[in-house]
């Protein structure tokens, strides 16, 4: 693993089989369902009714930890096992760049490319499991947990800290900042869509509350709370809807893109991407979402290879003092390098 090298140069691991996992659910009242298969049908839709079903053929599901049929009834309170066979994780940089580190706080420019955490697929091939083979024998045991998360392309500046209560009271800036120009904050650097109404130099603030959406492939995911399809609708939950406050400045206007710089005072789901995509000026590269609150039905969130990168953390505490971080810039995303946009 290379850290600490100023160079846009990247060390990958290739595509690797991995040693599989289990994944594991109990049913209670609300899944409503008479059958295993009609459960795993109509509540993970990633795959097929005919996949799930070869997949109980197969023996990789169990109910309570005994062995089943294609048929098999569910009742509230199973316990629902899903042995899920090794499959290959696709390639990540390994490379990091540390910016701070003090024992304690780490704070690092993540490259693109490179999941945070387990998920979407990837189960080693994170972020998370980079560092754990990195300092599980150093300061104690106390390896770096990331305090926020990254996308898996987006780029940057990232904190992590070893201490759990350091986690918990850094936790706390990635709240509701919603008027505190002084405080915390994370300044992004992004190539989107043209926007005809905004000119260089010029601000404008976005401030549309986000919701959970119905996706037909996903389930649910994040969204402005009133998407322009009924298809994507928002779904009635406890929580019904965030607020957001997303300040964008034109820095760039090129032929085909808009070089932004985004500033965010609230710390939601995709945030950057669906308030850039509700105005009509979706990331290029992001192929999810779309303008005016559009999304994709047959991709998902962590799809992609679009450009947008965590430049700048302001005011961030650090044993009663306030530090300020910059990530350096990939080159498409400096001013005199993104021509061809």
């Not at 023996?59 to 294609?70: A, V």
């Not at 990254?150 to 992590?160: K, N, Q, V, W």
């Not at 926007?195 to 509350?209: A, Q, R």
Request: proline share 6%.
């Amino acid at each position: 693993m290379a850290v600490n090298v100023s160079s846009e140069e990247s060390i990958w691991i290739p595509d690797t089989l991995n040693d599989g996992w289990q994944y594991t659910q109990r049913i209670n009242e609300s899944n409503n369902c008479k059958n295993l298969l009609e459960f795993l049908t109509l509540f993970y839709k990633h795959s097929s009714r005919k996949e799930w079903e070869e997949r109980i053929k197969d023996g990789q599901l169990e109910i309570n930890n005994r062995s089943i049929y294609t048929n098999a009834k569910i009742t509230n309170g199973d316990l629902i096992s899903w042995f899920r066979p090794p499959w290959v994780e696709p390639a990540i940089p390994t490379f990091f760049e540390t910016l701070f580190d003090n024992n304690d706080i780490l704070i690092i420019n993540k490259p693109s490319g490179l999941p945070t955490v387990p998920g979407g697929g990837f189960l080693k091939h994170t972020l998370t499991e980079l560092l754990h083979k990195k300092y599980k024998g150093s300061n104690n045991g106390l390896i770096p947990k990331p305090v926020h998360r990254l996308g898996r392309f987006t780029s940057g500046a990232l904190i992590l800290a070893r201490k759990k209560t350091t986690r918990a009271n850094l936790s706390k800036l990635f709240r509701d900042n919603l008027s505190k120009e002084t405080s915390f904050r994370r300044i992004y650097r992004a190539l989107a869509e043209k926007n005809k109404s905004l000119y260089v130099g010029e601000t404008i603030e976005v401030k549309e509350p986000i919701s959970k959406c119905f996706h037909p492939l996903l389930e649910e995911v994040w969204n402005v709370k009133k998407p322009a399809s009924k298809e994507f609708k928002p779904l009635r939950l406890k929580i019904a809807e965030k607020k957001a406050f997303t300040k964008l400045r034109l820095i760039k206007k090129n032929r085909n893109a808009d070089l932004l710089e985004v500033t965010i005072f609230t710390g939601r789901p995709h945030q950057i991407r669906i308030h850039l995509a509700s105005i009509g000026t979706p990331l290029i590269g992001d192929p999810f979402y779309k303008a005016d609150g559009l999304m994709s039905s047959d991709s998902t969130t962590g799809e992609g290879g679009y450009f947008l990168h965590a430049h700048k953390l302001i005011n961030v505490p650090i044993n009663g003092r306030m530090y300020s971080f910059k990530a350096p810039l990939p080159k498409k995303l400096k001013i005199k390098d993104c021509q061809r946009f």
